[in-house]
């Protein structure tokens, strides 16, 4: 069991708008910056959201990430077919006084 | 551009000691910290701990003192040695560059591509 809490799964055609949720505590998300890494099965992951809301250079505008509270939110709109993949999220935990992780996000484009 | 790459034995027998390797080329290995992170089969990741380039570290205490993490400067690799592993360690292990922001340690860019490791007599 995960620290932090995804939905095991989000779908939605192209085009559309989608949500994925992170849901933690005041010990790290409540307190600490929320990061966002895209993953392809098989490949390494790729850093998408820093800081919560901030996007590293590459990134297309299309993903954008907020925080509010315990709980974060990774939105990508207009959805493309190679947007499918597993999205997870992390965060510092002050109790760990290390990295959390969530379980994981598996985005299929219908 | 920075790159990282996972080595190291596929296979390790229960109670026996897991050896891992990470390469980084394109960059030097120094004024970073260097993470190992993994993943059970259908589980979420998992931090193992992480090391500076000056060879202070720090580890996840859900290892028990299993993990030793080491850095080569001269080589600019850096490995993991996880001791008495079970089933349990069975997984994807990844290497990651970790930058120091805010007081947290989360930012993993790059990562590499990961290296699956069984534990199975």
């Known amino acids: 069991q995960s620290v932090l809490t995804q939905p095991p799964s989000a779908s939605g055609t192209p085009g559309q708008r989608v949500t994925i949720s992170c849901s933690g505590s005041?010990?790290?998300?409540?307190?600490?910056?929320v990061y966002w890494y895209q993953h392809f099965p098989g490949t390494a992951p790729k850093l998408l959201i820093y800081r919560s809301d901030q996007r590293p250079s590459g990134v297309p505008d299309r993903f954008s990430g907020s925080k509010s509270g315990t709980s974060a939110s990774l939105a990508i709109s207009g959805l493309r077919s190679e947007d499918e993949a597993d999205y997870f999220c992390a965060t510092w935990d002050d109790s760990l006084s290390g990295p959390v992780f969530g379980g994981g996000t598996k985005l299929t484009v219908l | 551009q920075v790159q990282l790459q996972e080595s190291g034995p596929g296979l390790v027998k229960p109670s026996e000691t897991l050896s891992l390797t990470c390469t980084v080329s394109?960059?030097?290995?120094?004024?970073?910290?260097w993470s190992w992170i993994r993943q059970s089969p259908g589980k979420g990741l998992e931090w193992i701990g992480y090391?500076?380039?000056?060879?202070?570290?720090s580890y996840n205490p859900s290892l028990k003192g299993r993990a030793t993490i080491s850095i080569d400067t001269s080589r600019n690799q850096f490995s993991l040695k996880v001791m008495s592993v079970t089933a349990a360690d069975t997984a994807i292990y990844y290497c990651?560059?970790?930058?120091?922001?805010?007081?947290?340690?989360?930012?993993?860019?790059?990562w590499g591509q990961g290296t699956l490791v069984t534990v199975s007599s």
């Open positions: 090391i500076y380039y000056s060879g202070s570290t």
């Open positions: 005041s010990a790290n998300i409540g307190n600490n910056y």
């Open positions: 394109g960059g030097s290995i120094s004024s970073y910290y």
């Open positions: 990651a560059r970790t930058n120091y922001d805010f007081s947290s340690l989360v930012w993993f860019d790059p």
